[in-house]
Nanobody, 120 residues
Framework: QVQLVESGGGLVQPGGSLRLSCAVS????????MGWYRQAPGNQRELVAA???????NYADSIKGRFTISRDNAKNTVYLQMNSLKPEDTAVYYC??????????????WGKGTLVTVSP
């Protein structure tokens, strides 16, 4: 059983910062790509940032220069440092992981999400 548990969401004022974490646990052989997505009310889920096992990153244009994705492979954890937050960043943020299980089966997992609210 593989679980993704996000933490670090909350209420922050515009211009503030938050750091999201997502820890992957369970019977894992290895983790390939990891990422963060977000979904605002009335909108579709969208990619925020992704990172390969080797550390290559990809960002949505709307957050470039403000957010940084990183990972700790030893801890099976991915992070999202969010700076200069704007009200339009308000959303539920979901962690994702492309996990290779024992037996080499690959499964894409999602976390349950953590709410980020940017408001005065």
């Amino acid at each position: 059983q593989v679980q993704l548990v996000e933490s670090g969401g909350g209420l922050v004022q515009p211009g503030g910062s938050l750091r999201l974490s997502c820890a992957v646990s369970g019977s894992i052989f290895s983790i390939n790509d990891m990422g963060w997505y977000r979904q605002a009310p009335g909108n579709q889920r969208e990619l925020v940032a992704a990172i390969t096992r080797g550390g290559s990153t990809n960002y949505a244009d709307s957050i470039k220069g403000r957010f940084t994705i990183s990972r700790d492979n030893a801890k099976n954890t991915v992070y999202l440092q969010m700076n200069s937050l704007k009200p339009e960043d308000t959303a539920v943020y979901y962690c994702s992981a492309d996990v290779q299980l024992a037996g080499l089966k690959r499964v894409y997992y999602w976390g349950k999400g953590t709410l980020v609210t940017v408001s005065p």
